[in-house]
């Protein structure tokens, strides 16, 4: 493999120099020159986005098949670290807490690891570095859920999450252990020319997607969900949610169309039609009752999750296309969300949705935020929201399955649903009126930039056509 | 850029405007001036489409433009104009410009208000200017989500309840909406050449028939839960009595129209098939909605709550008419959507006002209001008898339209429906009769009313104009029928084929 074979991997590479020199700057910064490690973060992972976008990253299969860039893998990742640096612009307020400042060069290396676990998970060709980039993924992610390690809930949240990722492991290396025993092989190439349907392997197809349903908390594996996203800081949870989640259903898209494309697809196709319908209404129904607004974020987005599974079950150009499109615009609502759940919380400590009651009163801003946030969520024009719903309805239809127009005609009931519980919070914010309705909020400027970038990505996601352009130009 | 682009660019200035406004006095000119913009346009394209067609220019929709939105999806947008959209545009500008009038003194938050008011008429004006399917379909939801907040902050009585209910089941339509949409796409063309575009479809004529028969109630539900339709009408009466008086005015007068007109222009218009075949079902449900709500509004004692029941009467025999199929009875569905819109909304704004004095909407407890406001009493009195059908005013010439055209049909199935409902004029006379005699007539109920006020200047302005529009459809039917007949018959004579 020559050099220049080697640049093929230029996004794995960059991302590698950014942790390290994020790592020295950490390690030899002194206290006082270390504040400025949020802008570095931020500024180095920007300049490695651009780098992404601009920098000609060729199409390149490299050690052996095992690795493979593409145009599309190539969005993928830009799409994520345009939600990482929305993440880390939120985190830096959060950094310069006492507790926190001791530990912020933690928090930025760990998360860019998991974001490198997840790259090689996203371009992997072959189940070992899938796995492998899965668990560098899942390992950190742990630490990062516990980071706060003085407050018991993050140390049970971090319990859970670990026994969760682990036994969800578990499980799909059983699986791919059947696999490699009945194809002889774990590349996806090998394995989508020689797989026949047998009970081992579909026992295996059905384990890999148990495991892959525990990461991207598909209902019935989201048990976990809710107490992490409660427990973790704010700030964890909203990468959680969005980075995470975006990453685990590339992966398996790319996975489940490629090894499993051909033969396997009567199998998982069944099993993720059932899957969706439980996900996407059982997160709503339990929604509704939710109190917490972590908590309640958290059910939204396990429903969320299985919208963007209709992406995967389109298994066409359509598909992947607004399977991207519906993460980028995900990482936008649910971040601006968790911006001012985050930004409530620190100033006043209140995470209940009746808390907000009159909250348009006191911070119109924080409130037209989160109307947004919730609007997109819902799936209402012209906010991004409906177009990404719109685009993952099209592509599931545009199969011609009558069963698909089945699948969308209940997604689109839970939509109702959904309409309800999002207005709920809009609810509390606009109509209702409180006695000790929650202080002005003085939000530092961090919050400000994420809260008007995300908004001004709600609002104009949708409306500019060429963002979608570009996506599908990238998949075809 | 197409001179149609403008109703929805003005509305977006005026959000803008309304944005930086400081003081009530910059929102109400911005209002003001906006809508009275609006409505300049909309005659100025009413004179610019009168003229073009009395040149000779026969195609189906004038003005037509046409931009790529998402390329690969097929997704343009469209717009164009026939007869009954110019119509349904004036509508809404005579409306939105009432409105803004009626919520002259509208508190609290009165920036937000106008705000949501001006976005819910981007939704109305889009909507009546696109041919694209999807388009379409996006306006209609941005139509729908401002009433929440309009209900819930400025609303009285059960607002939350209704505001949700409202909502909920509207997003339910759409959501039936959506599918059919999906649908209609998917088989646009037998050559693979999809499209979006509501001409283009209708050119094509290309949906299998068994289909037509699936997505035909998927859209006419879809859109009919809008219109009001019976059993999915249960929205409308909570709704319209909850909700402060520019927005039932809005309400009423436009968005429940988006309903009837969606329901030809996409549901009929895109699947002639199945309207012959499946229009016996809807018939029978939109005469019981011209039934039940006449005869509901009987009992009613709350002003809003009549009106909202008379709405779903008036708002069913739109549809019923519409599924006559022939160019009469369309045409004067057309001219009942005109009517009630504006006589609804008339309805509305004097309800509001009386209500701002009395602080009651109970028929029992209010009595003599004719010596007390004569000027609000007067134009009550008017707006009840152009809703019973009185010639001269606007409803005589839209009912007796549909019912002339409707008894047209050989159909006895179709005959005998007609005559059904032509009782129900009769009984929308009872229920106007007994509220202007209960509420304006007879002995003063509270003496605390002999101290109430008259109309002030901004009130009267709005109700004029309202009353105005109200005897102009009365004394120039013509003029207006034959705005639209032309483009019913279009669509009519698509259907019968």
């Known amino acids: ?476 | 850029m197409s001179i149609l682009s403008i109703f929805v660019i003005i509305p977006i200035l005026m959000l803008g405007g309304l944005f930086l406004s400081k003081n009530m006095k910059q929102i109400r000119t911005v209002a003001t001036v906006g809508s009275a913009l609006q409505l300049i346009a909309a005659i100025a394209l009413v004179v610019l489409f009168c003229g073009k067609r009395a040149a000779g220019d026969t195609a189906e929709m004038l003005f037509m433009a046409d931009h790529v939105w998402f390329q690969a999806l097929n997704i343009h947008y469209a717009v164009g104009v026939d007869g009954v959209s110019v119509a349904m545009i004036l509508l809404s500008a005579i409306i939105v410009f009432a409105g803004v009038f009626a919520s002259w003194k509208i508190d609290p938050l009165p920036k937000e208000f106008f705000m949501w008011l001006i976005l819910l008429s981007i939704g109305v004006y889009g909507f009546f200017i696109s041919i694209d399917l999807f388009t379409m379909f996006m306006f209609y939801e941005v139509a729908l989500i401002p009433m929440y907040l309009l209900i819930g902050i400025w609303g009285s009585g059960k607002k939350y309840y209704s505001a949700m209910k409202l909502t909920l089941m509207l997003m339910g339509g759409s959501a039936l909406l959506l599918l059919g949409i999906l649908g209609i796409y998917f088989n646009s063309s037998a050559d693979g050449n999809l499209t979006m575009n509501i001409l283009e479809i209708a050119k094509n004529n290309a949906i299998p028939h068994t289909l037509q028969n699936i997505l035909f109630p998927l859209t006419f539900v879809g859109f009919g839960v809008l219109g009001a339709m019976f059993p999915f009408h249960t929205w409308s009466p909570d709704g319209h009595a909850s909700a402060p008086t520019a927005v039932s005015m809005l309400h009423a007068g436009v968005l429940m129209k988006l309903g009837g007109y969606g329901c030809f222009r996409v549901a009929m218009y895109l699947m002639p098939y199945a309207t012959q075949e499946l229009s016996w079902i809807f018939l029978i449900l939109t005469g019981i909605s011209v039934f039940y709500g006449a005869y509901s509004a009987c009992v009613q004692t709350d002003l809003k709550y009549i009106n909202a029941y008379s709405s779903v009467s008036h708002c069913g025999l739109v549809l019923f008419a519409l599924l006559m199929w022939n160019t009469t009875a369309m045409t004067g569905a057309i001219m009942q959507m005109l009517s009630h819109g504006l006589m609804t909304a008339l309805f509305f704004a004097l309800i509001g006002m009386i209500y701002g004095r009395t602080h009651t909407r109970d028929i029992r407890e209010m009595g003599g209001l004719m010596k007390i406001m004569p000027f609000l009493s007067v134009c009550y009195v008017i707006a009840g008898l152009a809703s019973l059908g009185l010639p001269g005013l606007s409803g005589f010439v839209a009912e007796m339209t549909i019912f002339v055209g409707a008894f047209d049909h050989a159909d006895t199935f179709r005959r005998v429906f007609t005559i059904l409902a032509c009782t129900s004029i009769v009984i929308t006379a009872v229920y106007i009769l007994r509220v202007v005699g209960k509420i304006l007539y007879g002995p003063v109920q509270d003496k605390h009313h002999l101290e109430l006020t008259d109309a002030v200047w901004y009130e009267k302005f709005s109700t004029i104009v309202l009353i105005i529009a109200v005897a102009g459809i009365g004394i120039f039917p013509l003029w207006v029928s034959d705005l639209i007949r032309e483009s019913i018959k279009v669509i009519s004579e698509r259907i019968i084929q």
């Not at chain 1, 492998?132 to 390992?139: F, Q, R, V, Y």
């Not at chain 1, 009931?413 to 999002?422: A, F, H, R």
């Not at chain 1, 709920?424 to 914010?429: E, G, I, S």
């Open chain 1, 1 to 476: 493999m020559s050099y220049a074979e080697f640049l093929g991997m230029g996004a794995e590479l960059s991302l590698m120099a950014v942790i390290i020199l994020l790592f020295i700057y950490d390690t030899f910064a002194s206290q006082k020159s270390g504040k400025y490690l949020p802008i570095t973060a931020v500024s180095l992972l920007a300049i490695q986005t651009l780098y992404l976008a601009f920098g000609g990253i060729q199409e390149a299969l490299l050690f052996g098949g095992m690795y493979s860039t593409t145009t599309m893998s190539n969005v993928a990742k830009i799409i994520l670290n345009i939600g990482t640096i929305l993440v880390f612009i939120q985190a830096a307020s959060w950094v310069k807490d006492d507790d926190m400042k001791i530990r912020r060069g933690e928090y930025y290396v760990l998360t860019l690891i998991t974001l490198l676990g997840m790259y090689f998970m996203m371009s992997a060709q072959n189940f070992l570095l899938f796995f492998i980039g899965l668990e560098t993924a899942s390992l950190p992610m742990t630490a990062l859920v516990a980071i706060e390690k003085y407050k018991e809930n993050s140390y049970e949240a971090a319990a859970k999450y670990l026994f969760f990722a682990v036994f969800s492991s578990a499980l799909m290396l059983l699986g791919l252990s059947y696999i490699y025993g009945a194809v002889g092989s774990l590349y996806y190439s090998t394995i989508a020319a020689s797989f026949t349907v047998t009970p081992l392997t579909i026992m295996a197809v059905v384990l890999f997607l148990a495991g892959m349903g525990f990461k991207l908390s598909l209902v019935p594996f989201h048990l976990w969900t809710a107490d992490v996203y409660q427990g973790a800081p704010t700030v964890v949870t909203s990468y959680l949610s969005v980075i995470s989640k975006g990453a685990a259903a590339y992966a398996l898209m790319i996975a489940l169309m490629t090894a499993f494309g051909q033969e396997a697809l009567g199998i998982w196709i069944n099993v993720l039609y059932i899957v969706i319908i439980l996900t996407i209404t059982i997160g709503n129904l339990f929604a509704i009752r939710q109190q917490n607004i972590k908590r309640f974020l958290a059910f939204s987005s396990i429903s969320q999750a299985g919208y963007i599974m209709l992406g995967v079950m389109a298994c066409n150009d359509f598909g992947a296309t607004s399977l991207l499109y519906y993460v980028l615009v995900y990482i936008f609502s649910n971040i601006a969300a968790f911006a001012v759940a985050g930004a409530i919380e620190r100033a006043s400590g209140k995470l209940n949705i009746n808390d907000y009651d009159g909250l348009y009163k006191t911070n119109p801003k924080l409130s037209v935020a989160m109307m947004l946030a919730m609007f997109s969520l819902a799936g209402i024009p012209p906010f991004a929201g409906f177009f990404s719903k719109f685009f993952i309805f099209y592509s599931a239809i545009e199969t011609g399955i009558g069963a698909m127009y089945v699948l969308v005609f209940i997604a689109l009931l839970n939509t109702i649903i959904s309409l309800y519980y999002y207005l709920l919070v809009v609810k509390a914010m606009f109509l209702k009126e409180s006695e000790n309705p929650i202080a002005p909020i003085k939000s530092d400027c961090y919050t400000k930039t994420v809260i008007f970038i995300t908004g001004l990505g709600i609002v104009l996601l949708g409306l500019v056509s060429w963002i979608y352009d570009y996506i599908f130009s990238a998949v075809v």
